[in-house]
């Protein structure tokens, strides 16, 4: 394989995706070549860390809802709305099906 130059989707300037990082692209089965240069996979790498992205966080809170287990009978509180056709469990007794 030889060296590509190639062009970074952030900042426009060029870099080189070496025969080095080509083999290791190969054998990890990486099917894309890389569309950052270092300089802006760091940077993006950087801002993911501190919460950036989509909004002020790219992670929204969970909200979480009451419902009552349906081994134990504790209140307990789930991911989603309970519809009340299928039983629901708290945290222990799921864990144990």
């Known amino acids: 394989m030889a060296d590509k130059a190639l062009v970074c989707r952030d900042c426009g300037e060029e870099f ?11 054998e990890k089965g990486f099917t894309n070549e890389p569309s950052r240069c270092s300089d802006c996979r760091k940077a993006k790498k950087q801002n993911s860390r501190r919460g950036g992205g989509f909004g002020q966080n790219s992670r929204q809170e969970r ?9 134990c009978g ?24």
Do not use: M, N
């Open 63 to 71: 909200k979480l809802y009451p419902a009552v287990c349906a081994e």
């Open 74 to 97: 504790e209140s307990t509180e789930v991911p989603f709305k309970p519809s009340g056709e299928k039983p629901v469990y708290c945290r222990q007794c799921f864990q144990k099906k």
């Open 16 to 26: 080189l995706f070496t025969d080095r990082e080509q083999e290791f692209f190969a």
